[in-house]
Every structure is written in structure tokens, then in C-alpha cells.
């Protein structure tokens, strides 16, 4: 582990007392951000507010696909079965976890409709829970099919891989960041089902980092280039064969590992930021910390806080400037996603989707 992180952790060690004093809002905020971002990874469609109003308080608003939102429900669902499992130490990881975190994520059977080259058009069923029945391929950058596991190879391979991480875990020769990357590697080159394999990854790196002690882990979907490079990276040093990629070694994804590692590094350094920040002036959206400098910013927020349903005229006069100057801001909020009109203009009210640090 490089030196950098292990002095980033070092500093979030000694701060655990503090942290514990922001522990239900750490929490959250990792809820929403790992949610949204992994999600929108795979073509998920609602906004970081939508998924802050529909998992915090069961409201949808604005044009949401009903797919977009079952979909973010049940992936919250699996998260939280992720960290009880990730909890009870002694227990070992199973094929069954797995099937069972993927029928929570599917929910349950559907038809899969796609165009050929050809213009043929062809369908298949996802199966929830089951390991796939079809092969599964993707499209690299450079217009060539990469293969995964075929369907006769799976079931051994994923027996392969849970006995190698049970044992990997046992010896304890991997540190926690290199065990999670390396399962993550080894896992996405079976591919194991039909559908919601990236997602499925992703919450059992936090599964792994989360039984280590480790701060959980998300993947922006901002850099998800800079993902699939690193594993494309390790892609070249493992080779194509899907067996090949899924016995991969240590040595072969170091791409990989690093950049895991900086994400690890980024969670840690932003729970040490929340723990020592300024309360009092920083709000934090899509993971970053957002500071206003302008004062009437500051004051709309804060009065919006304390009355939603305030209108334009009630802030135009609380804060003592003009109502044209008001709209100003609130659409400028508006568009940076940090404020969200529920409702029309005359009975609707405001909702903050920055959290207040």
C-alpha cells in the first residue's frame, strides 16, 4: 500500500472518536452518493436529488421511469444487506450472499430486447439470481468483443473464487484494499449473470472493505473512463481468457489497485474534511463540499431551511434585496441540482438536496 495511504489512514484512525459523533450522517451521505453513482454507472437516469427525495423521504418528483426507480430502491436494499453481512466476521462468503444480494437488485424475471447488426431483432430473459444461461460479451473501446466466462464455465469459476477469497482472507498475505480490488477484478471477468454484474462488484468491494474496517467506497460516475481504463489496463497484463482473467494475480491488476486505493484515499480524506470542517459554511453535494462566498446565496439556502414553502416575495423581503435578483440565484441553484421545487409555483415548496456539514 503506498505510503500516501497509509498515512491518510492513519489520520482517519486517530479522528474514529470524533468520527463516531458523525456517524448517522457519514452514513448517509455515503448511502445516497454510492447509490446514485453506481446506478448511474449503468444508465440510471434520476438525478442526485431525485435519489436524495426518494430514498430519505419516499418522494419522486419530475419525469422518473419507474424501472430508474425500483432500481434505486432495491440496490439501497442490497447496500444495507451488504454492511450486516460485512458485520459478522466470523461468517464465511458464499455462492448463496451473492445470488441472494443479485435477486434483491433484479427483484425478479424480464425480457431483454435487442437489435442485431443485421436488423434482426432478438430477446432473452434476465434471470434474477441465477448464474446466466447465454454468453456475455462487451465492446471495447476499439470496436472489439471482449468475452467473459461462457455459462459451462461459471458455476466452477465462481466456486474457484469464493474458496480463494475465503482462504486469501483467512491467511491475511492481501491487505483489505488489494483483497477487495483483486475479487472485484476476478469477479467482473466471469460475469457471472445476465445483468447487474458492475453493481454487484461494486457493493462486494464495500463488502470486503466494510468487513476490514475500511472506509466504504464509490465509484463516481464522473470518472468511470478512469474505471474501466484501469481495467482495461489489467485486462492486458491478465490476457483474454476469461479463466486466465478470473485466476488473475496480484501483480497483473496493479492498474487496477491503484486506482481502488485512491478512492479509499478520497472516502478517508472527506470523512477527515467533514469530522475537522467548518460547520458552519459548508455544505456538501455529489461528493464534493460546496462553499458559497456570496452572502444572499447563503441567506436564500438558510431561509429556505427554517420555511420551504417561502415564496419569492418572502425571500425578495427577508433578505432585503430584489425579487429579480432572487430568481437569479434560485435558478442558479436550480441548475447546479442543489435545489429542488416540489410542486407549482403557488402551493409548492423548496427542498435542499445539499446536506449541511
Not at 77 to 90: D, M
Not at 127 to 148: C, D, L, M, Q, W
Not at 207 to 234: D, H, Q, W
Request: aromatic share 10%; proline share 3%.
Amino acid at each position: 500500500m503506498e505510503n500516501e495511504t497509509l498515512n491518510i489512514y492513519e489520520q482517519w484512525k486517530i479522528l474514529e472518536p470524533q468520527r463516531s459523533e458523525f456517524k448517522q450522517y457519514i452514513a448517509q451521505k455515503f448511502m445516497l452518493e454510492f447509490n446514485y453513482n453506481s446506478n448511474h454507472i449503468e444508465g440510471n437516469t434520476l438525478t442526485y436529488g431525485q435519489t436524495e427525495l426518494l430514498l430519505l423521504f419516499g418522494k419522486i418528483i419530475g419525469n422518473a421511469k419507474m424501472k430508474d426507480l425500483e432500481e434505486m430502491k432495491a440496490h439501497n436494499v442490497g447496500l444495507q444487506l451488504v454492511k450486516e453481512e460485512a458485520l459478522q466476521k466470523k461468517k464465511i462468503l458464499t455462492e448463496i450472499f451473492i445470488r441472494q444480494l443479485h435477486s434483491i437488485l433484479l427483484r425478479e424475471y424480464y425480457e431483454v430486447y435487442r437489435q442485431l447488426p443485421n436488423g434482426v431483432q432478438t430477446s432473452y430473459t434476465v434471470h434474477a439470481g441465477t448464474y446466466k444461461t447465454r454468453p456475455n460479451s462487451v465492446i471495447t473501446r476499439t470496436g472489439e468483443r471482449f468475452e467473459y466466462a461462457s455459462p459451462e464455465e461459471t458455476p466452477a469459476l465462481m466456486n474457484d473464487l469464493i474458496s480463494w477469497y475465503n482462504g486469501a482472507a483467512e491467511k491475511g498475505k492481501l491487505n483489505p484494499v488489494e483483497l477487495a480490488a483483486l475479487f472485484h477484478y476476478r469477479y467482473i471477468r466471469i460475469h457471472p449473470f445476465e445483468d447487474g454484474n458492475g453493481r454487484i462488484a461494486r457493493l462486494m468491494v464495500n463488502f470486503i472493505l466494510c468487513r476490514y474496517g475500511y472506509p466504504m467506497i464509490v465509484v463516481p460516475s464522473k470518472t468511470k473512463e478512469e474505471y474501466l481504463l484501469a481495467l482495461n489496463l489489467s485486462d492486458l497484463n491478465a490476457g483474454l481468457i476469461p479463466s486466465d482473467g478470473a485466476h488473475a494475480s496480484i501483480e497483473q491488476i496493479q492498474p487496477f489497485i491503484a486506482y481502488m486505493e485512491k478512492l479509499v484515499r478520497i472516502e478517508m480524506q472527506n470523512d477527515i474534511t467533514i469530522v475537522k470542517g467548518e460547520k458552519d459554511s459548508q455544505w456538501w453535494y455529489d461528493g464534493k463540499i460546496i462553499k458559497f462566498s456570496n452572502d444572499n446565496i447563503k441567506a436564500i439556502i438558510n431561509a429556505i431551511s427554517k420555511n420551504s414553502a417561502i415564496t419569492v416575495r418572502g425571500l425578495a423581503e427577508e433578505i432585503g434585496i430584489n425579487t429579480s435578483a432572487i430568481q437569479r440565484h434560485l435558478k442558479n441553484l436550480q441548475e447546479k441540482g442543489y435545489l429542488v421545487r416540489m410542486g407549482n409555483n403557488k402551493t409548492g415548496e423548496w427542498h435542499i438536496a445539499l446536506s449541511k456539514l
